[in-house]
């Protein structure tokens, strides 16, 4: 039994290893254990949804797919966030965009916040092999899709460095339909590949199993406390095992909610949570652009990325599908719908701020509600202010560079700008809380590595400072953010750990 | 600070929410827009309110304030168990007379005000200095417009041809 809801699945009394999460750094890590022979149980909240079940419909899709059906937000729901819950984790509705760790962020991580042993020369082989088995590749220029090409011919235009991304993709139809499964199996996501290998070499993975808590007993987790769930919440009936070894990676804000259910806060735990906070714009070309379909992130300028003392940003484009739009659309009423109806005309391009990288930038804190459910409480501090507001400024310039209309911008209600000389109508909207549309997909951190006194978990090989039986593998043990898409750092990190998981334990 | 605190603080205080939650009641809420079936986590009345507004927020030809309340409805069951009722507290809030006299110079419930006045309290929560009322706003207006146009009725109104044929093989 192999994938199996937590239903129909009685727990042994004591499992080998526990993977808590199927995504991005739960399925590497239990592929490689397994294949090393250890015995690993993966619990995963979510359900095991597959290629049939992606019927490229939003309304199916965010409420199977999506972390509160796609409703998280920050505490004072400034910040929309998407983020995944199923087998397969984000990377089951992720856009495919694959970076490796820029060397500079590794060498911040390294000098700041003292982490040793994830250097660029120690990961290097694990990117190759990742690479290698989800084929990541880089996309012709020519297979991009209208969107994503008009930023490229903005961007080179204005004189802006811009390159195409690489993806995990094999026989990729360029459908636009990524954020909601891919009906064909064609993105290389952890449910068609480490996941398979994981139960190929024998593990279990536990669909619809929450973990609510680890039970610890001084320096050990002693047993694993979950909740069985149906497709509408808890049905009522617990579980409880032992482990001889945890894994914990549920990914940032869920990783370290367990962390404080379990009793396991402390002045680190949750905090450093980092967004890459996006702003976007929608600007109206006279020739269709139909940005819902086509591979839905191709090219991505990090021009701005460094930007000498202030905060770096960099671009990149977006699918727009209906529902999605009317998220990213701001006002009400008439004028709401008047963006709505321009749709198949609009480009969807995004400025993604670097957060993380000075002593302001501290992030958000990961807080527990009455019912242990975890909120993200984030004020972006003014320098990420300022680097939206400069993003979002170089955007309108790129977008109408690229020969737009006019450009729509998050304010509410909408600015559209229609020139250069009417750019500094930007300066007379700042931006805060509340007046500007701002989302993220990229959570990260909340849990990280580091040295003893300042950080969860330590350098080498990602344990628990504190419980020695406990390990955490996913985006939460980041120091600061990337400036890069974050899913090939997470497989790479997990790839490399592992093996040294491997060697540790087996002696 | 939670929305509930929000509610409480960031406005005029738990006073206006206190006699607000007594007058609820003194006005019954228009009776357009009744529920057409279970209710997960709204109440009959908080859904007349959201109904409302879902019918100034989304303006589509297509558009059933009913069906939209009812999706969020049924968005906010698969959310955390605390956002039920701090939609609910949200609503009734919204639709309160007293805490409308307070903060807007009205006293009608929000759902008893003609369709531009409605628009008006939609308006002054968005323009509120106040970044909790803003959020109040966003919220109301994110779930409305979502659930709307998650739905395939609304395709062909915004010129989205829907997904493609999947040929098997
Ligand atoms: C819409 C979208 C587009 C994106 N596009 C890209 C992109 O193009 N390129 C890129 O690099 N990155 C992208 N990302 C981000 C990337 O997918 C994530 O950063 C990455 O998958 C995170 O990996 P992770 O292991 O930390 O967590 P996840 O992949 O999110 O996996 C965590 C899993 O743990 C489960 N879980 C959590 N808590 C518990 C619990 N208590 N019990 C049981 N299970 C639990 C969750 O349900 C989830 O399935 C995108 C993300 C989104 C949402
Ligand atoms: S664009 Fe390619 S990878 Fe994405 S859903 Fe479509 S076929 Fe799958």
Known sequence: ??????????????????????????????????????????????????????????????????????????????????????????????????????????????????????????????????????????????????????????????????????????????????????????????????????????????????????????????????????????????????????????????????????????????????????????????????????????????????????AGFFLEAAPAHPMMLALAATGFGEAHRSTMVELPQLTAHLAIAIDGFSPEETGGTVELRPSGAPVLDYVLPPRIWEALQEGLRTLVRVDLAAGAEWVQTGHDPALRISSEGALASLEDHPLGPGKVAVFSAHVMGGAMVGEVGRSVVRSGDLRHHRISNLHVCDGSIFPTSLGVNPQETIYGIAHLVSERWTQHWKS | MDRRAFLQRGLVGGAILAASACTLHAWPVQDRYQPQGNLQCLDPRTFVVLASIAARTVQDPVADPVAIAHAVDRTIALSAPEAASELRQLLNLFESGLAGLLLDGRLRPFTRLTPDRQDQVLAAWRDSRLVLRRAGYTALRKLTLAAHYASPTTWEGVGYPGPPELVEG
């Open chain 1, 1 to 310: 039994m192999p994938f199996v809801s937590a239903a129909e699945w009685t727990p042994p009394k004591s499992v080998q290893v526990v993977v808590i999460g199927s995504g991005a750094g739960g399925a590497v890590a239990a592929a490689r254990l397994a294949a090393a022979g250890f015995e690993v149980v993966v619990l995963e909240e979510g359900g095991h949804y597959q290629k049939r079940n992606f019927r490229m419909r939003e309304d199916e899709a965010f409420p199977q797919l999506y972390q509160e059906s796609g409703t998280r937000a920050t505490k004072d729901l400034g910040i929309a966030i998407l983020q995944g819950r199923a087998v397969g984790g984000s990377t089951v509705i992720n856009w495919t965009t694959s970076f490796r760790t820029p060397d500079l962020v590794l060498d911040h991580w390294q000098k700041v916040h003292g982490v040793q042993e994830f250097g660029a020369a120690e990961l290097r082989p694990h990117f190759e092999a990742v690479e290698a088995r989800l084929n990541i590749q880089p996309i012709p220029l020519e297979e991009s899709n209208r969107n994503n090409r008009l930023l490229w011919d903005g961007c080179e235009k204005l004189g802006y460095s811009i390159e195409v991304t690489k993806r995990n993709v094999k026989n990729c139809f360029r459908s636009g339909y990524c954020g909601m499964g891919c009906p064909v199996d064609a993105k290389q996501s952890m449910l068609v590949t480490y996941l398979p290998e994981a139960v190929e070499h024998g593990a279990t993975v536990v669909y619809r199993c929450r973990v609510d808590r680890l039970r610890t007993d001084g320096d050990r987790v002693v047993a694993i406390e979950c909740s069985e769930l149906s497709e509408a919440g808890p049905t009522g009936r617990q579980l409880s095992f032992a482990a001889e070894r945890v894994v914990l990676a549920g990914g940032a804000i869920n990783t370290p909610a367990v962390l404080l259910r379990s009793g396991l806060g402390d002045a680190f735990t949750g905090r450093r949570t980092f967004l890459h906070p996006v702003i976007a714009t929608s600007a109206r070309f006279r020739e269709p652009v139909q940005a819902f379909y086509g591979a839905p992130q191709s090219v991505a300028s990090h021009h701005f990325a460094h930007r000498g003392e202030r």
